[in-house]
């Protein structure tokens, strides 16, 4: 009898282990392939990075848009590389210009790379512009060969941008055709047009408030390009 009820015993514990587990597995398994799926880059200036004027760690534009994509049923896995100064062509507060950035964030399996600005670039000659552009955008489709991208082309914060940075939209509208991006003009669509107080006192950066309306404007574009889980 000792043995029989050893052997039942041991039967009991090696069914329970063997089914136990799986439908917590599968679960885990699933969420990890979605989130996976809708792996996003971002890579930006002080607009994305926020300043002493707002839009600083969960108050910046792009985790507002993450929390906003989950309640709206879309999974998404971000890297967000961004340095305040930085440009296609000018180098950040910490060295580094779009395309070191680019080297970053992009992943292989990233289904989205989103560029955002540069007002910084205003002092460079268009020709090097262009070619940083050209290049920082290729950059990324070598790394992420099936991701879409999205180019945010700079922002004002008036409704009469100088002349050097609608040339630097106008040359980012051109390159982003070439890499067949799509491309988001703010200056064009009027984002801070009449809206002073989503800049903060230095006329430059946007305030808490101006990130939550970038946000806004930004996380149907991002939507539009993932999954749903």
């Not at 540069?118 to 790394?143: F, H, K, W």
């Not at 180019?151 to 100088?162: A, E, F, L, M, R």
Request: glycine share 10%.
């Amino acid at each position: 009898m000792s043995r029989l009820l050893t052997a039942v015993l041991s039967l009991a514990v090696l069914f329970s282990a063997a089914y136990t587990p799986v439908p917590d597995i599968q679960q885990r398994e699933v969420r990890y392939t979605d989130f996976a799926r809708n792996r996003v880059a971002v890579i930006g200036d002080s607009y994305t990075t926020g300043s002493d004027q707002g839009g600083n760690g969960s108050r910046g534009w792009t985790p507002r848009v993450w929390e906003e994509l989950t309640e709206h049923g879309i999974a998404v896995s971000p890297t967000v590389a961004a340095e305040g100064g930085a440009g296609y062509c000018t180098r950040g507060n910490r060295g580094g210009v779009f395309e070191d950035l680019t080297i970053r964030a992009v992943k292989p399996d990233d289904v989205l790379v989103v560029f955002f600005g540069s007002r910084n670039d205003m002092q460079v000659e268009p020709t090097r512009l262009s070619v940083a552009m050209y290049g920082t955008l290729r950059l990324a489709r070598q790394i992420a060969r099936s991701a879409e991208l999205l180019v945010i082309g700079p922002p004002w914060p008036t409704t009469d941008p100088p002349p050097e940075v609608l040339r630097i939209r106008d040359v980012l509208s051109y390159q982003a055709d070439l890499a067949g991006a799509t491309f988001v003009d703010p200056i064009a669509a009027r984002w801070f047009a009449g809206r002073p107080e989503l800049i903060g006192k230095d006329g430059v950066h946007p305030t808490d408030a101006g990130h939550a309306y970038m946000a806004e404007k930004i996380a149907p574009l991002i939507s539009s390009k993932l999954h749903p889980f």
